[in-house]
């Protein structure tokens, strides 16, 4: 069994350090970060990670499987980012095989609560 961590995090210098949380899987064993953002998959040292966001929570777990494996297959699976359909918080939640996150409900229901009511003043 390898042992991960599910970090939530937070940018340091944007304004969505508010209402945004960034997730990522860890890789204790190489302090390798997994995750996805607007740029695409990417792996990359917990250090270079940390010197633009904070962490908010982590999440410690074990998994048999590989996470750059997981990652590839994920990649062919599921395809390129999309802040509503795939985005970091899906990567990290299907590795981890549960939902740690969900501020993609929240961000669901203030779209179509937007939409709603822009349509409702119209």
Known sequence: MRKYKYLVLKNKTSLTKYFVRHCVILD???SLCYH???EGYKIEPLSNLMERYDL???YAFQSVED???FMICYAKR???YDWMS???EMFANSFYHGELMNQND???CAVI???ALLYSIL
């Open 28 to 30: 204790e064993a190489t």
């Open 36 to 38: 996805l953002d607007d």
């Open 56 to 58: 908010v929570e982590e």
């Open 67 to 69: 996470v750059e494996t």
């Open 78 to 80: 599921v395809g390129e």
């Open 86 to 88: 795939n985005n970091c």
């Open 106 to 108: 929240f961000y669901a």
């Open 113 to 115: 609560f937007s939409s």
